[in-house]
Antibody, heavy 115, light 107 residues
Framework: EVQLLESGGGLVQPGGSLRVSCAASGFTFSGQLMTWVRQAPGKGLEWVSSISGRGTTTNYAESVLGRFTVSRDNSKNTLYLQMNSLSAEDTAVYYC????????WGQGTLVTVSS | DIQLTQSPSSLSASVGDRVTITCRASQSISTWIAWYQQRPDEAPKSLIYAASILRSGVPSRFSGSGSGTDFTLTITSLQPEDFATYYCQQYNSYPITFGQGTRLEMK
């Protein structure tokens, strides 16, 4: 059974940094493209970033380009999203997702940017 | 960027009804479209990919169609658990984009 378990969310001050993680199981993680999608409170879904199976190719939404970095540790079956220079507009639930054409979603982790 | 426009934005229907949600892309995306269902306070659930292929475990009352720029999600014989928000998504090219969502409410 595919499982995606996010962690690392929380409250961070504007301008601060945070790293969220996603522990994956139930499939061959190293061969799978992975994606982060976020959802601001009461809003729709927004694609954030995707990373290839080997981690050699990454793509970002313009809204996070230069501030967020996606990475993965295939030895630990874990996906990461390092978020820097956070602002209130980054407040959202961050979902880890398998593939770009998502077949499995994590439960999400809430990131709140506020002073 | 490819824009996706869903219509309607909201929809009221009754159990047993048939409903159709439309998603229009700003340029051709072949059949590189997926549909997701999201109930309140839950993570999204994947319903359909490649415009018309049902994910495993998704009831057959859900169906998708279309190609190019115009796509539809149809739910026949609505069930109580179907009242939720539905999103289309294109994965033809980066940046990946979602429609704004269609909220399906009980009449």
């Amino acid at each position: 059974e595919v499982q995606l378990l996010e962690s690392g969310g929380g409250l961070v001050q504007p301008g601060g940094s945070l790293r969220v993680s996603c522990a994956a199981s139930g499939f061959t993680f190293s061969g799978q493209l992975m994606t982060w999608v976020r959802q601001a409170p009461g809003k729709g879904l927004e694609w954030v970033s995707s990373i290839s199976g080997r981690g050699t190719t990454t793509n970002y939404a313009e809204s996070v380009l230069g501030r967020f970095t996606v990475s993965r540790d295939n030895s630990k079956n874990t996906l990461y999203l390092q978020m820097n220079s956070l602002s209130a507009e980054d407040t959202a639930v961050y979902y880890c997702a398998k593939d770009t054409n998502v077949d499995h979603w994590g439960q999400g982790t809430l990131v709140t940017v506020s002073s | 960027d490819i824009q996706l426009t869903q219509s309607p934005s909201s929809l009221s229907a009754s159990v047993g009804d048939r409903v159709t949600i439309t998603c229009r892309a700003s340029q051709s995306i072949s059949t590189w479209i997926a549909w997701y269902q999201q109930r309140p306070d839950e993570a999204p659930k994947s319903l359909i990919y490649a415009a018309s292929i049902l994910r495993s475990g998704v009831p057959s009352r859900f169906s998708g169609s279309g190609s190019g720029t115009d796509f539809t999600l149809t739910i026949t014989s609505l069930q109580p658990e179907d009242f939720a928000t539905y999103y289309c998504q294109q994965y033809n090219s980066y940046p990946i984009t979602f429609g704004q969502g269609t909220r399906l409410e009980m009449k």
